[in-house]
């Protein structure tokens, strides 16, 4: 019976040491780049900030576009230049409202959604989201602003390109 216990305990041993040794091949699998297929855009596109007319003086604002549809992100991004010239023109007819030496923003979302919309050319844009001051870009996500993701159009415009090199490869094959 003893040898059988060996016998056993072995083949015990030699099957952990083998689904040890292969574990980190598994780890490393799963942290290898997405599937650019699989990739979703964000609702909400972080803008640049920008320098805007306010009262006699010029102060810096970030904007953030909520879109109707996740599809949608990519076609904003595509005409963010023409959304950027929309913003100013329109701010510099209607310039933002200071009281007090205090910025007022209450309603400058509404004013700035038609101009944006037809700056797309479509009603593509849902909702503007302004903040007082440059918001910093980087790499990640807003942690006051968690829909926001940081880089806007960059990563958007490059997903979309590594996903339809994905789709080509996919047609090839």
């Known amino acids: 019976m ?9 083949t015990l041993l030699g099957i952990c040491v083998l689904a040890l040794s292969t574990a980190p091949d598994t780890f490393a699998a799963g942290s290898k780049k997405k599937d650019p297929l ?3 855009p964000p609702t909400h596109i ?3 900030p920008m320098m805007v007319p306010a009262g006699g003086t010029i102060v810096p ?10 599809e949608r992100t990519e076609d904003i991004c595509k005409r963010m230049p023409r959304v950027r010239d929309a913003v100013l023109s329109s701010l510099s007819r209607n310039p933002v409202k200071v009281r007090k ?11 700035m959604l038609k101009p ?10 849902k909702k503007v989201y302004i ?3 440059a918001v910093r870009m980087g790499t990640g ?5 968690p829909y926001a993701v940081i880089d806007g159009c960059e990563n958007i415009l490059r997903s979309e390109k590594e996903r339809q090199q994905a789709l080509k490869a996919q047609k090839e094959k």
């Open 141 to 145: 996500k807003i942690k006051r602003r």
């Open 2 to 10: 003893s040898d059988r216990f060996k016998l056993v305990g072995i």
């Open 131 to 133: 903040s007082k001051g």
């Open 101 to 111: 030496r205090k910025i007022i923003l209450k309603g400058l979302d509404a004013q």
């Open 46 to 48: 972080h803008m640049r």
């Open 38 to 40: 699989a990739w979703k």
């Open 116 to 125: 944006l919309n037809k700056a797309v050319g479509k009603k593509y844009i």
């Open 61 to 70: 604002m970030t904007f953030y576009l909520e879109a109707t549809k996740r």
